[in-house]
């Protein structure tokens, strides 16, 4: 059993950066594909980014290639995702979400675990 906690959300200005954090518990998230989904308001929940359960591999979706950055580390149990050069139409809740062997899978449906989410708002 995992459950995940997002925490790092806020209001930011287009062009500004924001730090989110998953954090998890079980003694074996370690093993985890881990993985950031997001949805805006009157949208479908879509993919982010996602990251192996080593941390060498990761996978984004195109419009966040060069702006975003996940990374984990799993001796906090912690999954990050660093945004920077924010837009507007970045603008939507943010999910961490995780299971075992689906990497690098970007179908909500294949992850069994999910934060709560945390809210992220670019506007000026």
């Known amino acids: 059993q995992v459950q995940l906690v997002e925490s790092g959300g806020g209001l930011v200005q287009p062009g500004g950066s924001l730090r989110l954090s998953c954090a998890a518990s079980?003694?074996?998230?370690?093993?985890?594909?881990a993985c950031w989904f997001r949805q805006a308001p009157g949208k479908e929940r879509e993919f982010v980014a996602g990251?192996?359960?080593?941390?060498?591999?990761?996978y984004y979706t195109d419009s966040v290639k060069g702006r975003f950055t996940i990374s984990r580390d799993n001796a906090k149990n912690t999954v990050y995702l660093t945004m920077n050069n924010l837009k507007p139409e970045d603008t939507a809740v943010y999910y961490c979400?995780?299971?075992?062997?689906?990497?690098?899978?970007?179908?909500?449906?294949?992850?069994?675990?999910w934060g709560q989410g945390t809210q992220v708002t670019v506007s000026s």
């Open positions: 079980g003694r074996t998230f370690s093993r985890y594909t």
């Open positions: 979400a995780a299971d075992l062997g689906v990497f690098p899978s970007t179908t909500p449906g294949e992850y069994e675990y």
């Open positions: 990251i192996s359960w080593s941390g060498i591999s990761t």
